[in-house]
């Protein structure tokens, strides 16, 4: 308090002085758009709108049990090429219309990544790949994409990172995350309590759970923070609490937790810890030991336990792309291969249809025998 009011004379003593206390590791500041300026150059059509609103409904209804069907969240680690995301978006979109009796789809649109140390941090962040970081470029990206897929009729997911996203993107996205790496953060979960969407929160990247089911509760609940407004202002935002936010499995830890047993302990621990929860598991990451080719395991081994009778498991989570594996970012942007990841390696389409349609057959044959 005595600083802020001697901030007149301090500015004073600064310039005699000839230093600074503030601002000395920023290099420099460069203007952003507000949520209101990127939303008037990619506003928000009467057809994405509808299927976001439809979406989360269905979402919304999965998590609690009304609807049975399993939600799939699949897509690219993360975008880079709009053109490959919608190719991707076009075959899922087809191919839900064979597997819709038993699967809500949902397409992963992931525009920014966390990373363990450093990295590129997504599209968001560097749409140019090329560390210019035009932000305002990567924001207006991220929202004609997210719009032209929900015309598509396909429900859209990401990861919420950065706290001033969701003002920008929040309208098109049905389903969110919270990374392993910001489940622990109060700033993440203060914005979970204020999304529009459900949000997921991953156990931590050291595999427990208590992080995760703390976050759950945490987002329930109402709170003020501090963040932006639609015209760019600095506010004080009070939530109302997200009643939707859930736990979501990805192993860590050096060991997975998609299994019978692990699912078992999640489904103690959130009754232990009174929070009514059901659950996605993310068949990459931990759970296949960052290994793609284990992600097909994983759903099936997902799959037999809920044909077996489970009932806490309502989604999974694939990384999976047009083409498999993953490539590195090269000098030259020509030489990126089409439809391959940049970040985590992922599993091809065909791979990923062939997974989806033997789940749904399984699926179906569960329901046809009444179980
Ligand atoms: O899903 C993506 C990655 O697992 C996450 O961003 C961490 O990536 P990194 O360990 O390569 O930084
Ligand atoms: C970063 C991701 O996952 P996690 O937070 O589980 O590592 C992701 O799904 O892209």
Redesign the pocket.
């Known amino acids: 308090m005595w600083l802020f009011m001697q901030t007149p004379k301090l500015n004073e003593v600064k310039q005699q002085a000839g230093f600074s206390l503030e601002d000395i590791n920023i290099e420099g500041f460069a203007p952003m758009p507000s949520p209101a300026e990127i939303k008037k150059m990619a506003p928000l059509t009467e057809a994405a709108a509808e299927n976001v609103n439809k979406s989360r409904n269905q979402i919304k209804q999965i998590l609690t049990g009304e609807d049975n069907r399993l939600m799939v969240i699949t897509g690219p ?2 975008i880079h090429d709009p053109k490959a995301a919608l190719d991707y978006a076009q075959r899922l979109a087809e191919l839900s219309e064979h597997i819709s009796e038993t699967i809500f789809p949902v397409m992963r649109v ?1 525009f920014e ?7 590129w941090k997504g599209d968001i962040n560097d749409p140019d790949m090329n560390n210019s970081f035009n932000m305002a470029k990567g924001m207006l990206k991220a929202r004609e994409l997210m719009i032209k897929i929900n015309e598509m009729g396909l429900a859209v997911a990401t990861e919420a990172l950065d706290p001033f996203g969701p003002q920008y993107l929040g309208e098109l996205v049905s389903w969110y995350a919270i ?1 392993a ?1 910001t489940t622990e953060s109060q700033t993440h979960r203060e914005m979970a309590s204020g999304l529009s969407a459900p949000v997921g929160f991953k156990n931590g990247t050291d595999g427990l759970l208590d992080s995760s089911i703390n976050a759950v509760k945490a987002s329930r609940q109402s709170h003020y923070f501090l963040g932006i407004y639609e015209n760019g202002q600095s506010s004080i935002i009070k939530t109302k609490g997200n009643r939707y936010s859930h736990l979501v499995l990805r192993g860590g830890g050096g060991r997975p937790n998609f299994d019978t047993v692990s699912v078992m302990l999640a489904e103690k621990a959130l009754k232990d810890a009174g929070v009514d929860s059901r659950i996605v598991v993310d068949c ?2 931990a759970n296949s030991m ?1 290994n793609p080719d284990l992600q097909p395991f994983v759903l099936n081994d997902c799959i037999t336990q809920i044909v077996n009778g489970n009932k806490s498991i309502c989604g999974v989570m694939l ?1 999976s792309n047009i083409n498999a594996g993953n490539q590195k970012i090269p000098a030259d942007l020509s030489q990126l291969k089409y439809g391959v990841s940049v ?2 390696a992922c599993i091809d389409w065909e791979t990923t249809e062939h997974a989806l349609r033997m789940t749904n057959r399984r699926l179906l044959d569960k329901k046809l025998n009444g179980e």
């Not at 990544?113 to 990295?119: H, L, Q």
């Open positions: 680690c993360s992931y990544k966390p990373r363990t140390v450093v990295g990374g790496r990459s990451h960052k990384e970040t985590d």
